[in-house]
């Protein structure tokens, strides 16, 4: 069989308006999948487990063809991803560790949600009490002369998540670096089953609390998708309004925070106050600073009111005024630039082979953007671009999110002149046949993936939430080698991945 898509038949058209197509492979088929990976021909999208089976979501490269394939699993074993396809593996050891499944020919069997505090062992699968020893975790052996290692976390001087950072150093340079996430895990995956699709949507919200709005929109799509519900277009629009101001408030907090590790600190509080302006407004017109639980599947709860809009024009002006002249700032400081350029260089290579998201897989050529290249509505009717460069460093990072800025500043503008009238929720079936759906959305870090399934009663059997920091953090891992210890903030916050939404 020459092409795994082969068995799968998914119309872009048929996954943005309903329940994607999902083919029972065998392990040589399964196989055939990995091969693929391995060779650059798909983009793997996530890799996750329910009782019995393992899924694996795939996009191929030429068509943006997308399609889910699974495997039985059954006899708790299943053929090994991570061990051709490196972007697979944390994602394939966090499904151990929940479900109980042994991953054949795996090349790094170390559990990494579970870190023996549980009290417990695989919680989604066949539940052990008896706990695996909190040990002491066994970090990837360097080699080397004069090799020196230094601990960073989980707890940081920062109020920022916990993660256990562990480099290996040759006089100032890293040698390797590994993290060690799980921290803080909240044990999100078994929270979410068996409870209603409304009930789910508020956890949904709070997997990663500064991508409650993409989040939100992703589980709300996924559920409309599995239920067949059709959203009002008012809706839409508004979702859309609220995914480009939770963008906008990222970035512009990014930008100033990456420029301060490089001790340019009035930058971080020139942009901290516009992003505090645009939460301020958020809070006005939405009823919370990061709008969680205004998104809910069949809609949305809060409608915006004539007053509403005029204030959200207001605001783009203004941020569009303030924030030109930090840009000129940052391009002329010459000091500034000499941190940004040339550090933390991730190849175009990596960047395509992890199918990095968001400014860090742009700023290293990758060109993908969901709301683009998915055309999920209502950016199917709206104009903008998708900045790309190939530099692959710190500047180029921050030159991303300075340019999607502007295109955000753009779209809210369209989203405020082109907003239908009419109702801003639909009802969801209580009951019906088991279901199941995908969701697929831009977050400011990224494409984030939710897929849900439904039981005959209404409930859900199983939901997987996959946040694009699963593919970036082993790349930050990456780009740090060869750099001094001291430039690892600075390339660390480029990245700004995500703990909550890989912990779960």
């Known amino acids: ?43 793997l999208l996530s890799l996750w487990a329910s009782r019995g089976a393992v899924h694996m979501a795939l996009r191929r490269g030429e068509t943006g063809e997308i399609g889910v394939i699974s495997v039985d699993s059954r006899r708790k074993t299943f053929p090994s991803v991570g061990v051709q396809h490196p972007a697979a593996q944390r994602l394939e050891r966090a499904m151990v560790d ?20 549980w009290g417990l062992r695989h919680p989604m699968g066949k539940t052990s009490e008896q706990a695996i020893e909190a040990m002491d975790y066994q970090f990837l052996p360097s080699e080397g002369e004069s090799l020196h ?14 993660g256990h950072f562990r480099f290996t150093t040759q006089g100032e340079i890293v040698v390797r670096l590994e993290a060690r996430l799980g921290y803080a895990h909240k044990g999100v995956d078994a929270l979410m089953s068996g409870v209603d699709a409304r009930a789910s949507a508020h956890l949904a919200a709070r997997v990663c609390g500064d991508s409650s709005v993409a989040y939100g929109w992703a589980y709300a799509q996924a559920v409309e998708a599995a239920l067949g519900v059709e959203v009002p277009a008012r809706a839409i629009w508004l979702r859309a309004l609220m995914a480009e101001l939770e963008r906008l408030a990222n970035h512009l907090g990014d930008i ?23 939460l301020r407004e958020c809070d006005t017109c939405f009823g919370h600073r990061f709008m969680k639980d205004v998104i809910v599947p069949g809609g949305i709860t809060r ?32 000091s500034l630039l000499d941190r940004t350029v040339g550090a933390g260089v ?43 460069r190939r530099d692959g460093d710190v500047n180029a990072r921050i030159w991303i999110r300075i340019d999607e800025v502007a295109q955000s500043l753009s779209l809210i503008g ?67 080698k060869d750099n001094i210890l001291a430039d690892f903030p600075l390339c660390n916050k480029s990245f700004n991945c995500a703990y909550s939404g890989v912990d779960l």
């Open 256 to 278: 100033g925070a990456i420029c301060n590790d490089a001790a340019f600190g009035m930058m971080l509080a020139r942009t901290s106050l516009l992003r505090e302006r645009v």
């Open 1 to 43: 069989m020459s092409d795994i898509f082969d068995l799968i038949s998914v119309p872009a058209p048929e996954f943005r308006t309903g329940p994607m197509a999902r083919h029972k492979v065998s392990r040589a088929e399964w196989q055939l999948a990995i091969d693929e990976l391995a060779r650059g021909g798909l983009s």
């Open 346 to 388: 991730l190849s175009p290579e990596l960047a395509q082979n992890f199918a990095a998201g968001g400014f860090v897989g742009r700023a290293s050529g990758r060109d993908f953007d969901a709301r683009r290249d998915l055309a999920y509505a209502p950016y199917d009717q709206l104009e903008f671009s998708v900045p790309t």
């Open 98 to 117: 929940l479900f109980g499944l042994s991953a054949s020919g795996a090349i790094d069997a170390r559990p990494w949600l579970d870190h023996g505090v």
């Open 303 to 334: 409608d915006l009111d004539g007053e509403a809009l005029r204030r959200l024009r207001v605001l783009t002006g203004e941020i569009g005024e303030a924030f030109a002249p930090l840009v000129a700032l940052y391009d002329a400081t010459a």
């Open 149 to 162: 290692q230094a601990a960073v976390g989980p707890v940081h001087a920062g109020i920022i998540e916990p």
């Open 414 to 480: 369209q989203i405020l002149d082109g907003l239908p009238q009419g109702a801003i929720a639909a009802e969801l079936p209580s009951r019906g046949a088991a279901r199941e759906g995908l969701g697929l959305i831009e977050g400011f870090r990224g494409d984030i993936l939710v897929w849900v399934k439904f039981d005959g009663r209404g409930r859900i059997a199983r939901c997987h939430l996959r946040d694009p920091s699963w593919f970036q953090w082993p790349l930050l891992e990456a780009v740090i």
